[in-house]
Structures are given as C-alpha cells and as structure tokens.
C-alpha cells in the first residue's frame, strides 16, 4: 500500500522557508517579504510556462501531470526481507504439492506482477518464456514513467526560461520610461523577480521532483527484477534455500538470514 511521503512537502516548505527568512533578516521587516510578490512576475512565469507545456505535449500528457506530481508525494517502498520469503514459501509449496497448488496462495498474493508471474509458470510456460513477458511489461512501465516524467522535467527546463522573459521584458519597460523615476522601481521588480521565481520552481519544486520520479523508477524495476528471478525459480523447481540465497544477493549488506517453518530460509532485516 502506498503511503504519504512527507519528505516532499518538508522538502518544499523548508527550501520557501529558508528564502522568506532570508528576506525578511535581510529587511528587518515584513514588508521586505511583501515586495517579492509581484503579480505581473507569476503571469509571465506560470502563463508562459503553461502555453510551452501546451505546445509540446498532447492533451492526453496534459491531462496526466497532476498524477504524476501526486506519485511525488506517495511512496510505495517494498520490503525485499518479505518479498524474499514469500517466493521461499511459493517454492516450498511447490516442490511439495506442485505447480498447480500455487493458485490457491496466490489469494493471499497482493502484488499484481508475482500473480501474474507465479500463473505464468502454472501454466506451464517455459522459463525463457515467462522471462520475455515479464520484463516485456518492465519496459513498458519504465517508457510509460519516462512520458510521465518528461513533463516535469520539461519544466524545469521552461521556468527558468521564461523568468528571463520577464526579465527582458521589465528591462524594456524600465528602458523605455528612464525620463519617469516612479516606474523605475516596479519594472526593475518585474525584471529581478520573474528569474527569481522561474530558478527557485524550477530548483526548489520540478528538478527534484523529477529526480525523485526518477529514483523511483529504478527502484521499482529493480524490485520487478527481483521478482521475475522469483518467479522463474519457483517454475524451474529451484530448492528453496538455493533459492533463497539467490533472492539475497539483492539485498543490502545488513540483510539477515532466519530459518522459517517448513522448506528453505527467510531474510530478515533491511
């Protein structure tokens, strides 16, 4: 089950946080803070970043970034000690009673891709078989995160971009009305604080937000890989505890071994 992962939010609000203190220690007041927001600035960041986001992607890829930015703040960390066991008790069972007798355990079986696996081999499809599939779908998933992906990443790359838009256009605007002093200050602003909004989303939310997505990408195949090798063992009948110390080379270096009822090993410890 995924949970909430706090370390997005904390992330988010420490970094604003360390920047509001810095202006306000720096003027000594709040309405140092008050000065740095400035609408003009936010439409030209967000409007152009929006219109860019538009024109490089389809509507179906638009419709998908809030998911996307929602899995950024989910987390769905597997426990490889308990992956592990369970292929040692699928083996167990089927060296005992058979292949078939699998499909009756695999009720207690949450994950999607093992029932998959495990009903591949019950059906006696051979190794190399499973294995294509199996990792069929690894590919495709990785493709389908990457598309997700590549919209934050764009951006980061588009924030950043059109905070220099602003930027030149509040030059032109404070360019253009030197002979009046009072517009001098509020086209400055414009010019300074759209770079200053674009690089801190850009720095502070979508780059490692993206990174983040990333990182769970690779994790999540790698625990997919793990599972394929499961898989492919319990079908081949592999002894549990060969199978067992198979499964714990993708383990950590603290990982333990603990002895389970019946045949075979479990890992415990992370």
């Known amino acids: 089950m ?26 000594g007041s709040i309405e140092g803070v008050v000065y740095f927001i400035q609408a003009a600035s936010i439409f030209v960041v967000f409007g152009g970043l929006i219109a860019a986001l538009l024109i490089n992607f389809s509507l179906p890829e638009i419709k998908s970034v809030p998911k996307v930015f929602k899995e950024t703040f989910r987390e769905d960390r597997q426990d490889l000690p308990t992956l592990i066991k369970t292929f040692v008790e699928l083996s ?15 009720e207690e079986v949450n994950d999607p891709f093992i029932k998959k696996g495990v009903l591949l081999a019950v059906d006696g499809i051979e190794p190399d078989i499973i294995k294509d599939i199996m990792m069929a779908e690894v590919v495709a998933m990785e493709e389908r995160h990457r598309k997700g992906r590549a919209i934050i990443e764009k951006c980061g790359e588009y924030a950043p971009a059109w905070g220099m838009i602003g ?8 360019l253009q009305n030197l002979n009046d002093p009072s517009t001098l200050g509020p086209n400055m602003a414009i010019a300074l604080l759209t770079t200053l909004y674009g690089s801190l989303l850009a720095n502070l939310v979508f780059i490692p937000m993206a990174s983040k997505l ?4 690779d994790e999540e195949v790698f625990i997919k890989q793990i599972i394929v090798e499961g898989v492919i063992g319990v079908q081949s009948g592999q002894n549990p505890k060969i199978l067992e110390e198979k499964l714990s080379a993708f383990l950590p270096e603290n990982g333990k071994i603990i002895e389970i009822e019946g045949e075979g090993a479990a890992v415990d410890g992370a």
Not at 2 to 26: C, E, N, R
Not at 92 to 106: D, I, N, P, Q
Not at 214 to 217: E, G, I, L, V, W
């Open 2 to 27: 995924k949970k909430f992962d706090i370390l997005t939010p904390i992330g988010i609000f420490l970094g604003l946080t360390m920047v509001l203190f810095a202006i306000f220690s720096s003027s």
């Open 167 to 174: 930027t030149l256009v509040g030059l032109v605007l404070m």
């Open 214 to 217: 990333a990182n769970k990408t």
């Open 92 to 106: 167990s069972k089927a060296r005992r009673e058979g292949l078939l007798a699998l499909e009756s355990t695999l």
